[in-house]
């Protein structure tokens, strides 16, 4: 029987979520200090966004008479939120998942049944496969914007970043 092919499905998520500091590493696995280490960098992935959603707080407060950029912030300002409420409720129940990731590991998954060993081991690719084409994505997206900003600056065009920022970002210098 091979080890643990049941949570071989979601090894590759659980390593996204533990490396961006969204999910707290094994605390009966990983040595203490850095198990510490991981713990004050997952409070700092959650300074990240409520500092950013406090910048769009501060921005919408500041064009609240333009309904346009209003709603454009708002958008980021919920996504942000229920980013943060995420993490939260992650970091909260991460005993129980931990739970539940046992009792996939656990022979009630693991059987030795080769049909069932096919339909992980396929159920584990297309996971793979799902959550590689997601990240794909997501720095596609994330070129593109900075695409798109810099040629709209570089061509003289006002860009507005929907945040709060302490100086104008759209004076050349």
């Not at 720095?139 to 003289?156: A, D, F, N, Y």
């Not at 507005?160 to 970002?169: E, N, Q, R, S, T």
Request: charged residues 20%.
């Amino acid at each position: 029987m091979e080890e643990n092919l049941a949570i071989s499905v979601f090894r590759p998520h659980l390593k996204v979520l533990r490396t961006s500091g969204l999910f707290q590493l094994d605390p009966r696995t990983t040595p203490r200090t850095t198990f510490l280490l991981h713990q004050a960098f997952m409070r700092f992935s959650l300074l990240v966004p409520l500092v950013y959603a406090s910048q769009e707080v501060v921005y919408m407060y500041q064009v609240r008479s333009d309904t346009d950029k209003v709603i454009d912030s708002m958008y980021l300002f919920l996504s942000f939120v229920a980013s943060v409420y995420k993490q939260v409720i992650l970091w909260l129940y991460a005993d129980e998942v931990e739970g539940l990731m046992d009792i996939v590991k656990g022979p009630l998954f693991n059987r030795e049944d080769e049909r069932q060993k096919t339909i992980l081991r396929d159920l584990a690719r297309r996971a793979k496969f799902i959550h590689n084409w997601a990240f794909g994505l997501t720095q596609v997206t994330c070129v593109l914007w900075t695409l798109k900003s810099m040629v709209m600056h570089l061509s003289g065009s006002e860009v507005d970043f929907a945040i709060w920022l302490p100086f104008d970002h759209n004076h050349r210098t």
